[in-house]
């Protein structure tokens, strides 16, 4: 007797048990629990076709309320795709949602079930049951090796452990075949994990695998298989890799090393061709374990390309530690995944026994510093050029500070790099190094460091827009959130004066057309004063997904809804800035960078610099000296004390004039420091004042303004009468 398959069996057992001794068919009865599962299976049922029924007959106010309650349920994204498949409605629906995102009213409602139907089918296709099912099919019927092709090729990188174990498994010739050719059109997806076992491979399976990544059109491929060759003593191997490397348009004076470096470069400019999972938070590392296979582990998008760059690097340097260029990629790669990685993350690629970034980066020294410096110049990348200048600070001495790299000297071209931060941080690190000759840019570190001192977290932006009633709204959020505002302008041209007039553009915000936005970007990149300053482009509804693609890949460009809320408005100012250039400038540090540079100022005073003229920052010192607190205020004091200008004593003698009791003291005493060091630079009104001061004071003021009078050298005109108490 043929036996039954086990659903049916427990089926007929279900329906027997119903029988009474009298032969008679009794109901079957559900348990409550089954019979409300039962309900609700038909509810969601009912309100999926409700809602592609309202959908077709153009009721975006019915399908919004009914689409609304199903996501309410909460499904997962396969129990959304089983709903969908049970339900008979696949091919409707499919047509439906997309038609319902074109709908204003409908629009977010019908986009957030079409990606819950389409994230379901890629996680249920990604599930290890699921693939080990589809590859079993690839050897059945026409259509089930077309359905599991197609469900191989949605898993994608997520199917490889299973691929190769039955590609590399030969009981089963057909089986074979068939996974080959899925691998070979899953194309740049299953590369990096066939690479990645190849090594531990024996020379049967490395050689059936190499043939098949020469089948894979990218050059993805090539190092790997130049480093096989190279390590492998099998001659069928070598000949696999020769017959690889040239399928796939190898050059004869390639190398392993050479193409390692060149791949990380890639990696590390996250090229499209090289993520796999576009979009997602999730990426896959890989390893090998000769007795379980391929391992994938899962890692954060963010520092998914950072942690490949370093693999490759690292394996470059191996084969080849005379490349510098390949040490300051792995040097620039370990500070982007410092940089970009999330708060307190556990990166699988980086684990908590190595060091952090900058250890690497000092012990490596300031000429490898001066060429990742010189990368971040190059990619506009802020976070990066601080750390680059930081580790060239602690290394560098003497005239390798602005040496730089042949023609190119990283540190002086980042003195007029636009960001703020960068342009101090560089100007602190020339200054700390007393340079005792000049070089080409000197001229710029010391007002560079006055205006750190005096206009640190000063932030300025420019709106660009032909609309005057918008602006003004624009202008009230900016001010709300400390930005000075220039007047309306229509091109980045027509505000040139004011862009040339401000110390840095901290942001630039476009209320314009998408040709105009585009425009105005590739201005702003082409303009030595813009080209790392945040853009935030404000685009009509029918544009902002088109901008966004177009610019994805440049983190300093922000697009979004130009109906977008005053608080939306806020929040993206706030993250562009944060991303693009480490956030505005707090309090604190603002007054960290002034002390710094006020204590470099001294210093170079102190020394007698022939190279920097701290009299070059007079102007700025003089500004701040009058609205500070007393503990700066005097350290201010002390600097403008050591500058031969005029304008240093008028202003110390004004400020010891606008303070009182041991503040008007200690400044008096400053001023006769300079007049000491410099002679008499006081007005006639200021001396005048003086002696009225040294007539009037008593005790210590008095002795103060009296040494002040002696160190001018005044006439016995001045000092007789005071002898005789007149």
């Known amino acids: 007797m043929r036996q039954l398959p086990l659903a049916r069996a427990v089926i007929l057992a279900s329906v027997l048990t119903a029988f009474g001794p009298l032969g008679l068919v009794a109901p079957v009865a559900l348990t409550a629990a089954a ?25 975006p106010d019915l399908a919004k309320s009914v689409g609304d309650e199903l996501l309410a349920i909460g499904m997962s994204g396969p129990e959304f795709v089983d709903l969908v498949e049970s339900s008979g409605e696949v ?47 690839l050897t059945t019927t026409a259509r089930g090796r077309i359905l599991a092709r197609e469900r191989l090729l949605t898993a994608g990188e997520y199917a490889m452990p299973q691929l190769m174990d039955a590609f590399l498994d030969r009981a089963d010739p057909a089986l074979q075949a068939e996974v080959a050719r899925v691998i070979v059109d899953l194309g740049r997806q299953s590369i990096i994990p066939m690479v990645t076992a190849l090594p531990d491979l024996d020379a049967g399976a ?16 090539i190092p790997f298989l130049l480093d096989l060759k190279s390590e492998s003593a099998n001659p069928a191997v070598k000949k696999a890799c020769d017959r690889a490397v040239a399928r796939l348009g190898g050059q004869a004076d390639e190398t392993a090393a050479s193409g390692y470096a060149e791949l990380a470069e890639a990696y590390y400019q996250e090229r499209s061709e090289l993520t796999s999972f576009p979009g997602e938070a999730i990426q896959l590392i890989w390893s090998f374990d000769p007795g379980l296979g391929l391992v994938m582990t899962g890692i954060d998008t963010s520092v998914f390309h950072e942690a490949m760059a370093m693999r490759l690097a690292e394996r470059s340097l191996q084969l080849n530690s005379a490349n510098p260029d390949a040490v300051a990629l792995w040097v620039a790669s370990n500070f982007s995944r410092q940089i970009d990685s999330p708060e307190n993350y556990d990166n699988p690629a980086y684990g908590s026994d190595r060091r952090e970034a900058m250890y690497y980066a000092v012990a490596a020294g300031a000429d490898i510093g001066q060429r990742v410096l010189a990368r971040a110049l190059d990619t506009r990348d802020t976070p990066l050029a601080r750390l ?35 342009q101090y941080e560089a100007a602190l690190a020339l200054a700390s190094a007393q340079p ?22 000063s932030r300025f932006a420019v709106v660009l827009t032909r609309d005057a009633e918008e602006y003004p709204r624009v202008r009230t959020l900016l001010e709300s959130m400390g930005y000075a505002v220039a007047p309306p302008a229509p091109t980045l041209a027509h505000a040139a004066v ?45 544009d902002v997904s088109d901008l966004s693609a177009e610019y994805s890949r440049d983190v300093g460009v922000f697009v979004r809804n130009a109906r977008i809320t005053d608080d939306g408005f806020n929040a993206a100012v706030s993250q562009l800035v944060e991303v693009a250039s480490g956030g505005p400038i707090s309090a604190s540090e603002a007054e960290g960078y002034a002390n710094r540079s006020i204590d470099a100022l001294r210093d170079l005073a102190v020394a007698g610099s022939v190279v920097f003229d701290v009299g070059d920052a007079t102007t700025p010192l003089a500004g701040a000296l009058g609205a500070t607190g007393s503990t700066l205020q005097l350290r201010l004091a002390d600097v403008l004390s050591r500058v031969d200008r005029p304008k240093a004593q008028i ?38 004042r003086l002696l009225q001061v040294a007539r009037s004071a008593s005790g210590d003021e008095a002795t103060a303004a009296a040494a002040l009078m002696g160190a001018l050298g005044l006439s016995s005109n001045d000092i007789v009468p005071l002898l005789l108490g007149e």
């Open 35 to 59: 019979q409300e599962t039962r309900r609700e299976e038909l509810r969601q049922q009912e309100l999926l076709k409700d809602f592609i029924h309202y959908v077709r007959i153009d009721r």
């Open 91 to 137: 091919d409707r629906f499919t047509q439906a949602a997309p038609k319902g995102t074109r709908s204003g009213e409908l629009e977010s409602t019908a986009a957030s079930l079409l990606y819950l139907y389409e994230r379901g089918l890629l996680e249920r296709a990604r599930l290890a049951d699921e693939i080990a099912k589809n590859i079993q099919l």
């Open 206 to 221: 490395q050689e059936r695998v190499v043939d098949v990544l020469g089948l894979v059109n990218y050059r993805t491929s």
């Open 388 to 422: 680059a200048i930081a580790s060239i600070e602690r290394t560098a001495g003497g005239d390798s500070l602005w040496a730089g790299q042949g023609p190119r000297k990283p540190l002086l071209e980042a003195l007029a790099y636009p960001n703020r931060r960068v």
């Open 436 to 457: 005792t000759t000049g070089f080409a840019g000197s001229e710029r570190v010391v007002p560079i460091l006055g205006g750190a001192i005096r206009d640190a977290s």
């Open 498 to 542: 004011a862009i040339a007039d401000a110390a840095a553009i901290d942001l630039v915000v476009a209320l314009q057309s998408a040709d105009s936005t585009r425009e105005a970007i590739e201005e702003a990149r082409g303009n030595p004063k813009l080209m790392a300053t945040p853009f935030l482009a404000l685009a009509q509804p029918q």
């Open 651 to 688: 202003s110390l003698f004004d400020a010891a004039m606008a303070g009182a009791g041991a503040q008007r003291v200690a400044l008096l005493g400053k001023a006769t420091d300079s007049a000491r060091r410099y002679g008499n630079r006081l007005e006639e009104r200021q001396v005048g």
